[in-house]
């Protein structure tokens, strides 16, 4: 599905899923192995991701590939005319006009892998991730661990009341929770704040 065709054939695959589910870790073995097929590979990610470092895409377990933070999409359009892929990660903190930018890569024959976080802290569709999966060729969502039961995780619950939809972070301020695990907490503090219960 994955396979480094030397066709000259566009398409764009989604990696989604939580925090610490491994999206950024399979957006580097994608990258690696087009590399060892000599392929030229571009990587963007939004200036507003800095957590670790100013050029490099890192994952949570230290393997990283060298990257270019852009301050909007349409920077990546004059950036990666001589790829052969276009890697994006962090893809849910750019705006809608992402997909347009992706739709026009992968039209000129460019294969563009996006990564991103497809739902926020409160479980709602993330900025253009919804948008990007519909009109993807190949979605591959990965899950993380949940931290109170060891079922597969699809939820970043965030442990502050902050309720700001970018707070950048790791275990901190984030766990990675089940659908059931996710609900018992919400409801919890739905209680914990009703007045008279
Ligand atoms: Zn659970």
Same mark, same amino acid.
């Given at each position: 599905m994955f396979l480094e065709t030397q066709k000259k054939s566009g398409r764009i695959e989604v990696i989604c899923g939580s925090m610490f589910s491994g999206k950024t870790e399979e957006l580097i073995r994608r990258l690696k192995r087009a590399r060892f097929a000599n392929q030229r590979v571009e990587i963007f990610k939004p200036r507003v991701d800095s957590r670790y470092s100013g050029d490099e895409v890192v994952s949570h377990d230290q393997h990283s590939i060298p990257s270019t933070p852009v301050? !909007?999409?349409?920077?990546i359009l004059l950036m990666a005319n001589n790829a052969d892929v276009v890697a994006i990660d962090e893809a849910q903190f750019f705006e809608q006009n992402l997909v347009r930018v992706c739709q026009l890569l992968a039209n000129n024959g460019i294969r563009v892998i996006v990564a991103g976080l497809d739902m926020d802290f409160q479980g709602n569709p993330f900025g253009p991730m919804p948008h990007l999966m519909a009109v993807a060729e190949h979605i591959t969502k990965v899950h993380a661990i949940c931290v109170r039961c060891g079922d597969p995780a699809q939820y970043s619950h965030?442990? !502050?009341?902050?309720?700001?939809l970018v707070e950048l972070g790791e275990k901190d301020i984030y766990e990675p929770l089940c659908r059931h695990c996710y609900n018992l907490t919400t409801h919890e503090r739905k209680s914990i704040y009703t007045p008279g219960s």
């Open positions: 301050d !909007s999409a349409e920077s965030r442990l !502050s009341d902050s309720t700001r």
